[in-house]
């Protein structure tokens, strides 16, 4: 079964960090980019970040430039999100989605989704 999962989401104070991890099963990364998406209640989905399948193109939502960064082991087929300073507004559900990029370059394409994953809660409150 081809499917992306994952973890590391959790309770944190305000300026916590969590570090998340997505984790193909089925199927190799190589050649997918991957993005993160946030779902909040009453608010639209958001890639808060994304990777191309090489690690060589990377970006941020404003939102969270300078706090998140993402990285991936393509040798581990996982990717990660280290969310640092956090603040209660970065509370959501947090899944990683991929779609194929063979150049290497190109960044998480929203509408090329292949794989979803099922997300996991993070909640920041003192």
């Known amino acids: 079964q081809k499917q992306l999962v994952e973890s590391g989401g959790g309770l944190v104070p305000p300026g916590g960090s969590l570090r998340l991890t997505c984790v193909a099963s089925g199927f190799t990364l190589d050649h997918y980019a991957i993005g993160w998406i946030r779902q909040t209640p009453g608010k639209e989905r958001e890639v808060v970040s994304c990777i191309s399948s090489s690690g060589r193109s990377t970006n941020y939502a404003d939102s969270v430039k300078g706090r998140f960064t993402i990285s991936r082991d393509n040798a581990k087929n996982t990717v990660y999100l280290q969310m640092n300073s956090l603040k209660p507004e970065d509370t959501g559900v947090y899944s990683c989605?991929?779609?194929?990029?063979?150049?290497?370059?190109?960044?998480?394409?929203?509408?090329?989704?292949?794989?979803w994953g099922q997300g996991t809660q993070v909640t920041v409150s003192s």
């Open positions: 989605a991929a779609s194929i990029d063979y150049s290497g370059y190109v960044c998480y394409d929203r509408l090329s989704t292949d794989y």
